[in-house]
C-alpha cells in the first residue's frame, strides 16, 4: 500500500493485492470484514459437523457412534464454538465491519489498526479454543459451577479463550460506536441512518456494557480452580448461582448481540424486494434500543428451576415480557413494508421472509418459557433446545444467510447462480424444520436435553429430526458451493444489481480501498423506494 | 495543524494548575475524615458515611482531573450507564440471594 | 496508541485532527465503562458476601495495615494530580514539565506497587492466601486486578514518557497524553472505592 500515492489507493478495488500477508496487516475494514467472515464460516462448519455427530448419535435409542463422554464433549464444542467463534462475532465483526463506514459515507471506521488488533485477538481467542481442545472439557458451554470447578476436564484454557474473543468483541463495539458517532458524512443525520446502523450500534452499546461482566466471571472461575477462592462454592460459603447471575447478566443480552445486527438486515433487505420504504422507520430504529437496554433486566430468566428465590424468578418473569414488545414492534413493522409491495423472491429475499415466519415462532415459544409456571415443566428439555434454534438459526442465521446473498455481489464483485441458491434455500428451509420442529414436541414430552441416549417411546420424532439435520446439512453444503463457484465462474457484478438507495450500493463492486471518490453529502434517508425512478 | 490549534481553543478546555491543586487538597482532607470517621462505631453509619465520601471524592476526580464537566452529553450517558447497570446486577442478584426459601436437608 | 501516528497514516486520511481528538477521547470513555462493569462484578460479590457474613468481614479485615492502605491511597491520589498538572503543562505548549510530571506519575505508580508488594508478602507471611476465606480472596481479586490496571496504566504512561522526550507533543497535539490521563484516573477512581470497601470497615 505504501507505494502507491493516494489518487491511487482511492481507485484501487479493496482485493486487488494478493497475498496472506497483505491480508493480514491490512487495516481495511473491508479486508478485516473478509478476514472475519472467513473465519467465522469454518468456525461454523466445524460447529456444524459437531452437530451432525450430535443427531447421528441421537438417531437410535442406545449408542450409536460415540460414547455418553465423547456426547458431552461434543455438545460442549458445539455450544461454546457457534456462541462465542461463530454467532457472537458473526454478522457484527464480518459485515458490521464491511457495511458501518459505507452506509454511513466513511472512509474506514475510527480506529483502523485498532479494527485489525481486534481481529488478531480473535483469532488468538480461537486458537486457545482449539489448543483446550487436546482435553476438551464437558461441561456445556455454559460452564456451570460446580460442575466446571470440579470436572478433570481443561475448563481453564477453554474459558481463558473466551475471555480472550471478550476483548476482541469489546474493542470491535468500542470502534464502531465511536464511528457512527464521530465519522457520518454531512448530512447522514440520525433519522436518515440505515436501519443496519441503528441495529449495529444497539449491538455494540451490549458488546461493550455486557461483556466484561462474562470477563470478570470467567476469570473469577479460572481463579476458582487455580487458588480456590470459594465464591461459587457451597463448601466454602460461596454460591454456585452466584456464578449464574454473572453469566446470564452477559449471556441474555449476548443473545441479542447474536439477533440485533441479523434484525439490521431484515430491516435492509425488505425494502429492496418489497420496493416500498421502510413502514415505521423509528419505531424499528429505537425498538433496537429498547432491545439493548431491556435485555440487561432479564438474565435470570434461565434460572427459574436453579434454586433462585421465588420473589427474584416472579420479578424476572415479569420483566421477561417486556423484552417481546420491541421485538413485536419490528416484526410488525416489517410484515407492513410488504403489505402491498412488489414483492421479488430474490434470495436474500427467501432468507428475509424465512427470517420472520421462524423467528416468529422462536420468540413466541420464547414467551412460553419466559412464563414462570410454565418454564418449571419446559426447562431443560428439548423444548429448549427447539426453543433456541429457532432464534438463533430461524433468526440470526438466516439474517447471516439473507446478508450472505445480498451483499455478496458489493463485497465480490461477482454474481452467484440465483437459481442453485434458490434450491439451497428450499434444503435450507425444509431441513430446518424438520430438524427442530419435533424437538418441540419432544420438549413438551419430557425429553431432557443434554443426554446421549433417551427412552424408546421417543424415536420415531429423534429419527425424523435427525433426518432434518441432513437436509439441513446438504442445503448448506450447496449453498457453500454455489458461492465459491460464483466467486470464480460468476458473472461480473454491477454496481447495483438489486437497485438498492443505500450508501454502499453508489460505489462500484468490489468497492475500492477508500470507499468514495468524494464522501458524499447525503440529503435524504435511504429507503424512498418507490417514489424516485429506483 | 493550523485547524487543529484552532479546535483547541474552541473545543477543549484548559483547567489551571490552581483548580487541580484544590481540588487534589479536598481529595486528601475527605481521605482523612474517611479513615477518622473508622476509628468510630456508628453501626450501618459507617458504611454509609464511607460510601458517601468515596462517592464524593469519585465525583471530584471524574469532574475535574477527568474533564467529565467540560464533556458532552454523550459522554456523560456512557459514564454513568455502567453505574446504572452495576446497580441493577447488584440489585437482581440480591432479589436472589437473600430472598431464598430455607430448605432444609 | 492508536492515533498517534494516525495523521501521516495512509488509510488516517479520512480523520480530521479535530475529529480524531473527540474520536479517541470518547472511545477511551467507552472503554472506561468497559473497566467500570469488569470491576462490577466484583464489587456485587463483595455486596453479597458482605451482607452475608457480616462478622467475616468485620473480624477478619483487622488484618489488614490500614496504615499502608491509607498511605496508598494518598499516593494514588497524588498521582492523580501530578497527571493531571502534565495535561495542563503541554496544553499550554510545555513538553520538559510534562516529562517530568508524567516520570513522577509513574514512580508515584511505583511507589504504590512496592508498598502492595510488602502488603501481599506480610500477608503471605501470615499464612494468609486467596482461598484462606471469602474476605481474602476478595481482598486478593480485588486488589489484584486493581494491581494489574496499575502495571497497564504504568506501561502506557511510559509510552507517553518517551513519546514526549522525542518531542511528539506541543500545545498543537496532545491526544494521546489526554487519553492516557484518563486511564490514569480510572484506576484511581477504583481504588478509591476498594480503600473504604476492605480496609475501612467499622
Redesign the interface.
Known amino acids: 500500500?505504501?507505494n502507491h500515492t493516494?489518487a491511487e489507493?482511492i481507485t484501487i478495488p479493496y482485493l486487488e493485492e494478493k497475498g496472506l500477508l497483505s491480508w493480514l496487516t491490512s487495516?481495511?475494514h473491508k479486508r478485516i470484514s473478509i478476514m472475519y467472515l472467513l473465519s467465522i464460516s469454518t468456525f461454523f462448519v466445524l460447529a456444524g459437523i459437531s452437530a451432525l455427530l450430535l443427531r447421528f448419535e441421537l438417531l437410535m435409542p442406545g449408542k450409536t457412534i460415540v460414547d455418553a463422554h465423547t456426547y458431552n464433549v461434543l455438545f460442549t464444542f458445539h455450544g461454546a464454538v457457534m456462541v462465542f467463534l461463530f454467532i457472537v462475532p458473526g454478522l457484527a465483526a464480518s459485515f458490521g465491519n464491511f457495511l458501518i463506514p459505507l452506509m454511513i459515507g466513511?472512509?474506514?471506521v475510527?480506529?483502523?489498526?485498532?479494527n485489525l488488533m481486534s481481529y488478531w485477538i480473535y483469532l488468538l481467542g480461537a486458537l486457545i479454543i482449539l489448543i483446550s481442545l487436546s482435553k476438551p472439557a464437558d461441561t456445556g458451554w455454559t460452564f456451570y459451577t460446580p460442575y466446571s470447578i470440579r470436572t478433570g476436564t481443561d475448563v481453564i484454557l477453554l474459558t481463558f479463550g473466551i475471555f480472550v474473543l471478550g476483548f476482541s468483541s469489546?474493542l470491535t463495539g468500542?470502534?464502531f460506536?465511536?464511528t457512527i458517532?464521530?465519522?457520518r458524512a454531512p448530512g447522514m443525520t440520525w433519522h436518515r441512518l440505515p436501519l443496519f446502523i441503528w441495529a449495529s450500534y444497539a449491538t455494540a452499546i451490549l458488546q461493550?456494557?455486557?461483556?466484561?461482566?462474562i470477563?470478570?466471571?470467567l476469570?473469577?472461575l479460572i481463579?476458582e480452580r487455580v487458588?480456590?477462592?470459594?465464591?461459587f462454592d457451597p463448601a466454602?460459603?460461596?454460591?454456585p448461582?452466584?456464578f449464574q447471575?454473572?453469566f446470564w447478566?452477559y449471556s441474555h443480552p449476548a443473545v441479542y448481540i447474536m439477533i440485533i445486527p441479523a434484525m439490521g438486515v431484515i430491516s435492509e433487505v425488505i425494502p429492496v424486494f418489497s420496493r416500498k420504504p421502510i413502514f415505521g422507520y423509528k419505531a424499528i430504529a429505537y425498538s433496537s434500543l429498547a432491545i439493548a437496554l431491556i435485555s440487561?433486566?432479564v438474565?435470570?430468566h434461565h434460572?427459574f428451576v436453579s434454586?433462585?428465590?421465588?420473589?427474584?424468578a416472579t420479578?424476572?418473569s415479569f420483566l421477561t415480557f417486556l423484552v417481546a414488545i420491541p421485538t413485536a414492534i419490528k416484526v410488525f413493522n416489517w410484515t407492513a413494508t410488504l403489505y402491498k409491495g412488489s414483492i421479488d423472491l430474490k434470495s436474500p429475499m427467501l432468507y428475509a421472509l424465512s427470517f420472520i415466519f421462524l423467528f416468529t415462532i422462536g420468540g413466541l415459544t420464547g414467551v412460553f418459557l419466559g412464563a414462570l409456571a410454565a418454564d418449571v415443566h419446559l426447562h431443560d428439555t428439548y423444548f429448549v433446545v427447539a426453543h433456541m434454534h429457532y432464534v438463533m438459526i430461524g433468526g440470526t442465521i438466516m439474517g447471516f444467510f439473507a446478508a450472505l446473498h445480498f451483499w455478496y455481489p458489493k463485497m465480490t464483485g461477482k454474481m452467484f447462480n440465483e437459481k442453485v441458491a434458490k434450491i439451497a434455500w428450499a434444503f435450507v428451509f425444509i431441513g430446518f424444520n424438520v430438524t427442530f420442529f419435533p424437538q418441540f414436541i419432544l420438549g413438551t414430552q419430557g425429553m431432557p436435553r443434554r443426554y446421549a441416549d433417551y427412552p424408546p417411546q421417543f424415536h420415531s420424532l429423534n429419527e425424523l429430526s435427525s433426518i432434518g439435520s441432513w437436509i439441513l446439512g446438504i442445503g448448506m453444503f450447496v449453498m457453500a458451493i454455489n458461492l465459491l463457484r460464483g466467486l470464480f465462474n460468476g458473472e461480473k457484478a454491477p454496481q447495483n444489481p438489486f437497485n438498492s438507495l443505500s450508501l454502499e450500493w453508489q460505489v462500484p463492486s468490489p468497492p475500492p480501498?477508500?470507499n468514495f471518490e468524494e464522501?458524499p453529502h447525503v440529503t435524504d434517508w435511504t429507503y424512498g423506494y418507490g417514489k424516485k425512478s429506483a | 495543524m493550523d485547524t487543529k490549534a484552532h479546535a483547541d481553543e474552541t473545543i477543549n478546555h484548559i483547567t489551571p494548575y490552581r483548580i487541580y491543586v484544590l481540588v487534589w487538597v479536598t481529595l486528601m482532607v475527605l481521605t482523612v475524615i474517611s479513615v477518622g470517621v473508622s476509628y468510630f462505631h456508628f453501626g450501618i453509619f459507617n458504611i454509609v458515611v464511607a460510601l458517601a465520601v468515596a462517592s464524593v471524592k469519585a465525583s471530584l476526580v471524574a469532574l475535574y482531573f477527568m474533564h467529565l464537566k467540560y464533556e458532552d452529553k454523550?459522554t456523560w450517558v456512557f459514564a454513568l450507564?455502567?453505574l446504572g447497570?452495576l446497580a441493577?446486577?447488584i440489585g437482581?442478584?440480591i432479589?436472589?440471594?437473600?430472598?431464598?426459601?430455607v430448605v432444609s436437608p | 496508541m492508536?492515533?498517534v501516528e494516525k495523521i501521516e497514516?495512509?488509510?488516517?486520511?479520512?480523520?480530521d485532527p479535530v475529529?480524531e481528538y473527540?474520536?479517541?477521547k470518547?472511545?477511551m470513555w467507552?472503554?472506561i465503562?468497559?473497566?467500570l462493569?469488569?470491576?462490577?462484578?466484583?464489587f456485587?460479590?463483595y455486596t453479597?458476601?458482605r451482607a452475608?457474613?457480616p462478622e467475616?468481614f468485620a473480624e477478619q479485615h483487622l488484618e489488614l495495615n490500614k496504615t499502608l492502605g491509607a498511605l496508598n491511597t494518598a499516593v494514588l491520589i497524588l498521582s492523580s494530580l501530578t497527571m493531571a498538572l502534565g495535561v495542563t503543562s503541554i496544553q499550554r505548549g510545555k513538553p520538559k514539565r510534562l516529562a517530568l510530571f508524567l516520570l513522577l506519575t509513574i514512580l508515584l505508580g511505583l511507589a504504590f506497587g512496592v508498598n502492595k508488594y510488602f502488603e501481599y508478602s506480610a500477608k503471605f507471611h501470615h499464612h494468609i492466601?486467596?482461598?484462606t476465606?471469602?474476605f481474602f480472596?476478595l481482598y486478593?481479586?480485588m486488589t489484584g486486578?486493581h494491581m494489574l490496571h496499575v502495571f497497564a496504566g504504568m506501561a502506557l504512561l511510559t509510552t507517553m514518557l518517551v513519546l514526549t522526550l522525542r518531542g511528539r507533543f506541543s500545545d498543537k497535539y496532545y491526544t494521546p497524553v489526554e487519553v492516557s490521563g484518563l486511564y490514569w484516573h480510572l484506576v484511581d477512581l477504583i481504588w478509591i472505592y476498594l480503600f473504604p470497601l476492605l480496609y475501612l470497615i467499622a
Open positions: 500500500m505504501a493516494i489507493t487495516t481495511d466513511a472512509r474506514d475510527a480506529f483502523p489498526r485498532l469489546i468500542l470502534n460506536i465511536v458517532h464521530k465519522l461493550v456494557l455486557a461483556t466484561p461482566v470477563a470478570i466471571s476469570l473469577l481463579a487458588f480456590g477462592i470459594g465464591f466454602k460459603g460461596g454460591d448461582i452466584l447471575h454473572f447478566f440487561f433486566f438474565w435470570a434460572m434454586g433462585m428465590s421465588e420473589v427474584a420479578i424476572f480501498h477508500e464522501i | 454523550i450507564y455502567p447497570l441493577l446486577l437482581l442478584s432479589s436472589d440471594v437473600f430472598f431464598r426459601a | 492508536e492515533g497514516h495512509v488509510h488516517g486520511h479520512h480523520v475529529v473527540q474520536s479517541l470518547f472511545g467507552l472503554f465503562a468497559t473497566e462493569l469488569l470491576f462490577g462484578g466484583l456485587a460479590a453479597i458476601f452475608k457474613f467475616m492466601y486467596p482461598g476465606s471469602i480472596s486478593f481479586t486486578l
